[in-house]
């Protein structure tokens, strides 16, 4: 019976060989390109937040700056003396905000244009309550466009998230606008009350005018807030930001009121308007910290929240390209392996046609022997046993 010879093992090709290694590259080309576009997406939305931040820190200047400039105003039309220490040191934090960070937002220019501007009300004379009103709203237009200036190009304008973009339009846009809206409103108010009777009329109609300019941003800033409280995750927003915001509306209501002529005289009574004007800047000077504390603090909280991100992100790319660079280790040692085996069976076939080696001390079992005939007489013993009787 013929025994079929065993079967060569086929030697793989360059290709079989290099096959998986050219797979374990192609998946880990699109997985280091996914992973570093995403790293980089993280990273510019971790950027863009920070520098959203830098604009709250601005703002919460701005706005000592605003409150103290409308007092002085205040102050300024109903010649009283004025109080330029509030606004001194508001002044001297805003620079140095604006020292530490202007450049960065770009808002260097304008502020020294609004400095100087401050710094001339210094001289002015309380003797002529109109043009003092007059030059203190010129300062203030500037500041309020300083606002719109810092929201543009810290990015708070452009704000992804709901909650956050209302609390920073609120902030940094309507309500800077109320609290100087309304101071002119309190002290066009007394204005008005001063002038002949033959400009009443006309005084009425920028009272008017003005009164529109007030509770607009106003009515606007309430509902941003409750739409930021209704569409905000956090808890802590509508617990900290509804009860200044509750005084707030309720003062703006008084001044709404009080803003309107009398039925039976027609005239506004000044005395209450101020009153008026002065309790809902009270409330504003407590709802602004308020609003810019929590946007700051929404802004600190998605910053953490894109650094563990971006970290995962790496993370996950670091996992991935350890898991595929040990399948190629595995690959090259397969590889080698297989090489080895090849080379071993290669040396082994090259010697196959040699004569073997050959033991002296063995017998030659493929010489006959002769058989021998029963009881034939016996030969010497050399000739008793051969070389496999006794196997």
Do not use: C
Not at 2 to 29: F, N
Not at 57 to 69: E, H, K, N, R, W
Not at 228 to 242: F, K, Y
């Amino acid at each position: 019976m013929t025994v079929p010879a065993p079967r060569a093992r086929r030697r793989p090709s360059m290709l079989g060989r290099l096959l998986p290694l050219l797979l374990i590259g192609a998946l880990l080309a699109p997985l280091g390109l996914l992973a570093t576009s995403n790293w980089g997406q993280v990273t510019d939305d971790r950027d863009f937040a920070a520098r959203e931040r830098l604009g709250v820190q601005y703002l919460t200047a701005l706005a000592a700056v605003t409150d103290a400039l409308v007092e002085a105003q205040s102050n300024a039309v109903n010649g009283r003396p004025a109080a330029r220490e509030a606004l001194d040191n508001a002044v001297e934090e805003a620079a140095a905000v604006d020292a530490r960070i202007g450049g960065e937002l770009l808002s260097q220019e304008r502020w020294a244009g609004v400095r100087a501007k401050l710094e001339a009300l210094r001289g002015r004379s309380a003797t002529d309550p109109e043009a003092a009103y007059t030059a203190y709203g010129e300062v203030a237009d500037l500041l309020l466009a300083l606002h719109r200036k810092v929201r543009e190009s810290s990015g708070l304008v452009r704000d992804p998230e709901a909650d956050s973009f209302f609390l920073q339009d609120s902030a940094g846009e309507e309500l800077p606008e109320a609290v100087v809206a309304a101071g002119r409103l309190a002290d066009l108010g007394v204005l008005v009350s001063r002038r002949p009777a033959a400009q009443q009329p006309r005084g009425l109609m920028e009272l008017s005018g003005v009164r529109v300019s007030a509770l607009t941003p106003a009515t606007d800033l309430v509902d941003n807030l409750r739409s930021a409280v209704d569409g905000s995750e956090s808890t802590d927003l509508g617990a900290n930001v509804l009860t200044p915001l509750d005084t707030y509306q309720r003062s703006v209501e008084a001044l709404a009121g009080y803003s309107l002529p009398d039925k039976d005289s027609g005239v506004v009574s000044p005395g209450q308007l101020s009153a008026a004007a002065l309790n809902s800047h009270r409330s504003a000077r407590q709802l602004q910290p308020v609003i810019l504390t929590e946007l700051d603090a929404l802004l600190v909280e998605r910053i953490d929240r894109l650094n563990r991100d971006r970290w995962l992100t790496a993370g996950a790319a670091v996992v991935a390209a350890l898991l595929l660079g040990w399948l190629a280790a595995l690959q090259v040692a397969a590889g080698r392996r297989a090489r080895r085996r090849a080379a071993l069976a290669a040396t082994h076939a090259e010697g196959a046609d040699t004569a073997p080696h050959r033991d002296p001390w063995q017998p030659v079992a493929d010489e006959p022997r002769a058989l021998q005939p029963v009881g034939a007489a016996r030969d010497p013993e050399s000739t008793q046993w051969g070389a496999f009787d006794a196997q």
